[in-house]
C-alpha cells in the first residue's frame, strides 16, 4: 500500500472509533453521557439519542466502501459535531471544562480533516481546487471582424 493510503486508513480508523464508540455509549443513555450533557453543559436529555445515533451512523459511512456524497456529508457533521463539543465546553467554563473535554474533540477534528484530505480519489465527490489554466478557443470569424 502506498503511505498516503496507510495514512488515509489510521486517520479515518482514528476518527471512527472514538466518534462511533461515543455514540454507542450515548444511543445506551449511560449515565455518565446524560449527566455531562443535561447537568454541565445543559442541554436537554433527549439531545443525547439523536446525536449518538448520527455519530454511528457517520462513523460506519466513512468504513464502508462507496457513498462519496454521504462521506461528504458524514466529515462535515463530524468536524461539526467536534468543534461544537469543544465550543460547548469552553462556554461552561469552570473547573469542569478541563483542557482535556476541549483538546481531545479538537484533536479528533484536526484527524477527521487529515483523513477527509487524504481520501482516495473513489471516495471523493469531485475536484476540490480545479486546474485553473483553460484553453481558451478562439472563434476565428470573430478573428476576422476586427
Known amino acids: 500500500m502506498k503511505p498516503k493510503t496507510i495514512a488515509y486508513w489510521i486517520t479515518t480508523i482514528l476518527v471512527a472509533l472514538p466518534i462511533g464508540s461515543g455514540g454507542v ?3 445506551a443513555l449511560l449515565q455518565q453521557n446524560v449527566d455531562g450533557f443535561t447537568r454541565i ?5 433527549y439531545f ?5 445515533f448520527w455519530k454511528v451512523a457517520g462513523a460506519i459511512v466513512l468504513l464502508v466502501p462507496g457513498f462519496p ?3 461528504e456529508w458524514a466529515y462535515a457533521g463530524i468536524f461539526f459535531d467536534l468543534t ?3 465550543a460547548s465546553w469552553v462556554a461552561v467554563g469552570g473547573s469542569d471544562a478541563s483542557a482535556f473535554h476541549i483538546l481531545a474533540p479538537l484533536f479528533i477534528a484536526a ?4 483523513s477527509w484530505a487524504l481520501r482516495p480519489p473513489g471516495r471523493t465527490v469531485g475536484i ?3 486546474n485553473k489554466k483553460r484553453t481558451v ?9 476586427t
Do not use: E
Open 25 to 27: 455509549a450515548q444511543l
Open 41 to 45: 453543559l445543559h442541554y436537554p436529555a
Open 48 to 52: 443525547v439519542p439523536v446525536l449518538g
Open 69 to 71: 456524497r454521504l462521506k
Open 84 to 86: 461544537g463539543a469543544a
Open 111 to 114: 484527524l477527521a480533516v487529515a
Open 128 to 130: 476540490l481546487f480545479p
Open 137 to 145: 478557443a478562439i472563434n476565428p470569424q470573430a478573428a476576422n471582424m
